[in-house]
């Protein structure tokens, strides 16, 4: 393993092409992470053809900094305007935007920055001594454990918000529900699509969110009259103090963990790893009622997940040749194009590609922190615009964006609903969080249990005699239950402070 680094350093050092491309696709990938619309997995695609004129290591390199670089730049445009640049900084937008309109924008984006750092190092880390084990072990996750990791996520909804617990499970099983909108992901026969083809595809999950978030958000603003610059002054990123990120860093390191597990996940991706890591993040935190108003620990846990869980999507990619996310299933695209076939051999037969992909995204992370510092300075100069402005481009933005994603005009249709449903949901205090959450875990656990009833001729016993799915649903029971006694404690204090006062 030793040579194999040294040949890698030797390969990426040996000339300035290997370095700019590396650079290069760091910067790119941030501004591509930061515009709604847009995400890394466009940032990828629109580079493959590129990568015909360079060798395959080189333009494995440029890809894989463009997939750093787009997961944390998501998190510049969530905290500033509260409109998340890519699927996975949704859960940063929950506390990052309140923090942000409390006058700490530059402490927000400077614990996004750290957090995204520190778990995509963790992530690398994993990739580079762990790779070919870590891969074995996801191949044991069926059907029955991906419903149990989901449902543990979904319970997180009992934790989240401080105001009444009713519209928080209320708004989590709206999410629910509107992920079963579409066509049946086994039987592929239509559900709740009031006989229209158009919702056969289902409800797009980034023009939702840009919808519930970005948009809501305008019309929100908007409303009040108000000015960006009176809410967010002139802002840089300020990075936190070691102080702060000793205080942080269970939440980072528990966050990263999940980051990587779910990472090596096949098909799951950062976005859900963000969320879990959100989920848990309440659910251990001794004040939740804090989520959701401007945490600390509600920006630092989603970034750390989601950056950790790129490292994590390589492993399957390069060590079984599955692709671990949306990203790496274009990267695949890339690699066959050039004749390379990830899989078990990859490592044997192409050991200086295979670590010098390693060695150029843990580069590409310390990249991330120099560039993410003045990619969030830059944006955040459109905060000396009038906000009639500013509000009209991200809606532009937004509207741009979402119908690049498949040039479709039903997705500009949801995110409007969703852009309105958002701005109702603020105005009546739901909270957005147990929505969001019921929306990305909701199918997972579905499907994932409809598959696990199939193969086991539906009874229910194989599930819970599985050691991994029972001791990940007996920690869901336990953390539900932990919720509502959590919730009943604030309001039993809520009803004595009333009786003092």
């Not at 905290?79 to 700490?104: R, Y």
Request: with cysteine; aromatic share 10%.
């Amino acid at each position: 393993m030793l040579d194999g680094y040294i040949s890698a350093f030797e390969y990426i050092f040996s000339g300035p092409l290997s370095i700019l491309l590396i650079v290069g696709g760091t910067i790119w990938g941030i501004l591509f992470g930061a515009v709604p619309g847009l995400t890394g997995i466009v940032g990828v695609a629109l580079l493959i053809p590129f990568t015909f004129a360079l060798e395959p290591t080189q333009g494995l390199l440029l890809l894989g900094s463009v997939y750093v670089g787009s997961t944390y730049g998501g998190s510049i445009s969530a905290i500033l305007f509260n409109t998340p640049g890519s699927p996975e900084a949704a859960c940063t937008a929950l506390d990052g935007h309140p923090m942000a309109k409390q006058g700490q924008a530059g402490r927000a984006l400077g614990i996004a920055l750290s957090a995204s750092a520190i778990g995509g190092i963790f992530g690398t880390l994993a990739l580079m001594l762990l790779a070919p084990p870590l891969a074995r072990v996801a191949l044991s996750f069926g059907p029955a454990e991906y419903f149990a990791l989901a449902t543990l996520g979904i319970t997180a909804i009992a934790s989240i918000g401080s105001g009444s617990f009713l519209k928080g499970i209320l708004s989590g099983l709206i999410g629910i529900g509107i992920a079963t909108v579409g066509a049946d992901p086994l039987t592929g026969i239509g559900r709740f699509t009031f006989g229209n083809d158009m919702f056969l595809t289902g409800v797009g999950f980034v023009p939702a969110i840009i919808g519930l978030f970005a948009l809501s958000e305008v019309l929100e603003r908007f409303s009040e009259r108000g000015v960006v610059g009176e809410v967010i002054a002139k802002t840089s990123t300020k990075l936190p103090s070691i102080v702060e990120l000793i205080t942080l860093k269970w939440t980072l390191l528990r966050s990263s963990f999940i980051g990587l597990v779910i990472g090596i996940l096949p098909g799951v991706g950062a976005t859900t790893a963000s969320f879990i890591g959100y989920s848990e993040a309440v659910r251990w935190s001794k004040t939740p009622e804090k989520f959701g108003k401007g945490a600390p620990e509600g920006i630092a846990a989603p970034e750390s997940a989601n950056n950790s869980a790129v490292g994590g999507a390589m492993i399957p990619l390069l060590a079984l040749g599955i692709p671990g996310s949306a990203t790496t299933a274009v990267m695949l695209g890339g690699l066959t194009i050039h004749g390379i076939v990830p899989g078990p051999l990859l490592m044997l037969q192409n050991k200086e590609l295979v670590f010098s992909v390693f060695v150029g995204m843990m580069l590409a992370n310390l990249l991330m922190i120099v560039f993410g510092l003045k990619a969030a300075t830059i944006f955040a100069k459109v905060l000396d615009v009038p906000y009639a402005l500013v509000g009209s481009a991200i809606a532009v933005f937004c509207i741009t964006g979402v119908y690049a994603l498949n040039n479709n005009m039903i997705d500009i249709a949801v995110m409007l609903s969703f852009g309105a449903f958002g701005f109702f949901l603020k105005k009546f205090d739901v909270p957005i969080a147990p929505l969001i959450i019921g929306m990305v875990l909701g199918p997972i656990a579905e499907t994932n249990l409809r598959r696990a009833l199939i193969l086991s001729d539906f009874r229910l016993d194989p599930i819970i005699s599985s050691p991994l799915s029972a001791s990940l649903l007996i920690l869901s029971v336990v953390s539900l239950m932990y919720g509502f006694y959590g919730q009943y404690r604030r309001f039993k204090r809520a009803q004595m402070q009333m009786k003092r006062l």
